[in-house]
């Protein structure tokens, strides 16, 4: 639970400098997604690129609408990592948490 109540996630990660639409299964994204827009729970995936080093949190709204994007306008199998810079929140390493996600909730 966070002061909003309660999260849903999933932890992908990739060795790429994109994100593969092929990690994250059709199941877990429509889990995610109806949980955050049935029933109000905030919901998420956590992103770790490890050629960069760097964990990206991204609401599974906003995924989803790249996922679109990206397939549609430009037939993408993926969304690159310039997106996940711009658009979706870094975690930093905090506390006693190797990577504090939830310390992003206010």
Same mark, same amino acid.
């Given at each position: 639970f966070t002061k909003k109540g309660s999260v849903a996630f999933d932890t992908k990660q990739t060795k790429l400098k994109n994100f593969p639409f092929s990690n994250v299964h059709r199941h877990q994204l429509e889990y995610l997604y109806e949980v955050q827009? &049935? #029933? =109000? %729970? +905030?919901a998420f995936l956590l992103i770790w690129f490890s050629t960069y +080093? +760097?964990?990206y949190k991204v609401n599974i709204? &906003? #995924?989803k609408k790249a996922e679109s994007y990206f397939e549609r306008k430009h037939k993408n199998k993926s969304v690159p990592y310039s997106w996940f810079q711009q658009k979706a929140? !870094? %975690? !930093? %390493? =905090?506390k006693s948490v190797y990577f504090d996600y939830l310390e992003l909730e206010d």
């Amino acid at each position: 639970f966070t002061k909003k109540g309660s999260v849903a996630f999933d932890t992908k990660q990739t060795k790429l400098k994109n994100f593969p639409f092929s990690n994250v299964h059709r199941h877990q994204l429509e889990y995610l997604y109806e949980v955050q827009n &049935d #029933y =109000g %729970v +905030e919901a998420f995936l956590l992103i770790w690129f490890s050629t960069y +080093e +760097e964990l990206y949190k991204v609401n599974i709204n &906003d #995924y989803k609408k790249a996922e679109s994007y990206f397939e549609r306008k430009h037939k993408n199998k993926s969304v690159p990592y310039s997106w996940f810079q711009q658009k979706a929140t !870094k %975690v !930093k %390493v =905090g506390k006693s948490v190797y990577f504090d996600y939830l310390e992003l909730e206010d």
